[in-house]
């Protein structure tokens, strides 16, 4: 079983601003990662795959960086409604998980 | 365009069954593995089962294994998640994943497409 530690639970931050969210493996999966946006009462929405990959339709102030252990969502420049928990997802190995969540909130 | 709609949630007392069911549109049902993950409320998203594109190969979360059954009707677009022995802790809105992955008998384990979720609560 791989353990994802994704950080910070909670973060406070402005419209304009560029904020970072972190997803750390246990061990190695080298680029079998996958970002999620998830508002309330609504499904997660893919963002990225591939550790760096982004889904088609998704604004390009989205980026992820990372390969092996550690991960980064980088949001740019924070859009009204870019607010909503985000969730990294290991597929490289059985069974596939989901970090923690990050909920993004306005400050 | 690429629709997903759960429907079978509702409230069901502990040890009592639920058939769920997701109905597809919009791509090539049978070409694609299909998931069902759950949330429980207010908690993080859970992978819960999986099932290849023909139907043939299935997976589970320990925590399910044996107590759920997922399977699929490709002649019908539709993915079945059958829930037996349910538990309060399987309460949870559960929704159908797509794999992104086509070919029958491809998986990747992260999913393009969510349906909306239905809600399974479990209680006396």
């Known amino acids: 079983v791989i353990w994802m530690t994704q950080s910070p639970s909670l973060l406070s931050a402005s419209t304009g601003d560029r904020v970072t969210i972190s997803c750390r493996m246990s061990?190695?999966?080298?680029?079998?990662l996958a970002w999620y946006q998830q508002k309330p009462g609504k499904a997660p929405e893919l963002l990225i795959y591939a550790a760096s990959t982004l889904q088609s339709g998704v604004p390009s102030r989205f980026s992820g960086s990372g390969s092996g252990t550690d991960f980064t969502l980088t949001i740019s420049c924070l859009q009204s409604e870019d607010f909503a928990t985000y969730y990294c997802?290991?597929?490289?190995?059985?069974?596939?998980?989901f970090g923690q969540g990050t909920k993004v909130e306005i400050k | 365009e690429v629709q997903l709609v759960e429907s079978g949630g509702g409230l069901v007392q502990p040890g009592g069954s639920l058939r769920l069911s997701c109905a597809a549109s919009g791509f090539t049902f049978s070409s694609y593995a299909m998931s069902w993950v759950r949330q429980a409320p207010g908690k993080g998203l859970e992978w819960v089962s999986a099932i290849s594109g023909s139907g043939g190969s299935t997976y589970y979360a320990d925590s399910v294994k044996g107590r759920f059954t997922i399977s699929r009707d490709n002649s019908k677009n539709t993915l079945y998640l059958q829930m037996n022995s349910l538990r309060a802790e399987d309460t949870a809105v559960y929704y159908c994943?797509?794999?992104?992955?086509?070919?029958?008998?491809?998986?990747?384990?992260?999913?393009?497409?969510w349906g909306q979720g239905t809600l399974v609560t479990v209680s006396s």
């Open positions: 994943a797509k794999d992104p992955y086509y070919g029958s008998g491809s998986y990747s384990y992260y999913f393009d497409y």
């Open positions: 997802q290991q597929y490289y190995s059985f069974p596939p998980a």
């Open positions: 061990q190695g999966i080298s680029s079998y």
